[in-house]
């Protein structure tokens, strides 16, 4: 069983840069497709970006994509999340979640997940 930790958020200005961590445990990493998804106060959890257990295969929101780039290292059991030129709108909580198959954009598709970490955009 999967057991998922994020790190790395914070407050940051608009056009700053965070990286989010997320260090899997417990399960067989690398078999998995991992995701970051988020959750802005008063809206539903949505989906930010997927990666194939290959590394290869990369999905982005289009709300992120060209800022943000999900990449992963399966020696440290680790996803990330690299977030540029960041805006008040990204302000949310990320979550870090895994599944035993191919990448899927809904929330109800993961079997695990971590905690969450906030990140917060100032204007």
């Known amino acids: 069983q999967q057991q998922l930790v994020e790190s790395g958020g914070g407050l940051v200005q608009a056009g700053g840069s965070l990286r989010l961590s997320c260090a899997a445990s417990?399960?067989?990493?690398?078999?998995?497709?991992m995701a970051w998804f988020r959750r802005a106060p008063g809206k539903e959890r949505d989906f930010v970006a997927a990666?194939?257990?290959?590394?290869?295969?990369?999905y982005h929101a289009a709300s992120v994509r060209g800022r943000f780039t999900i990449s992963r290292d399966n020696a440290k059991n680790t996803v990330y999340l690299q977030m540029n030129s960041l805006k008040p709108e990204d302000t949310a909580v990320y979550y870090c979640?895994?599944?035993?198959?191919?990448?899927?954009?809904?929330?109800?598709?993961?079997?695990?997940w971590g905690l969450g970490t906030q990140v917060s955009v100032s204007a």
């Open positions: 417990g399960g067989t990493f690398m078999g998995y497709t």
């Open positions: 979640a895994a599944r035993d198959g191919l990448e899927r954009w809904g929330p109800t598709e993961y079997d695990y």
């Open positions: 990666i194939r257990w290959n590394g290869r295969n990369k």
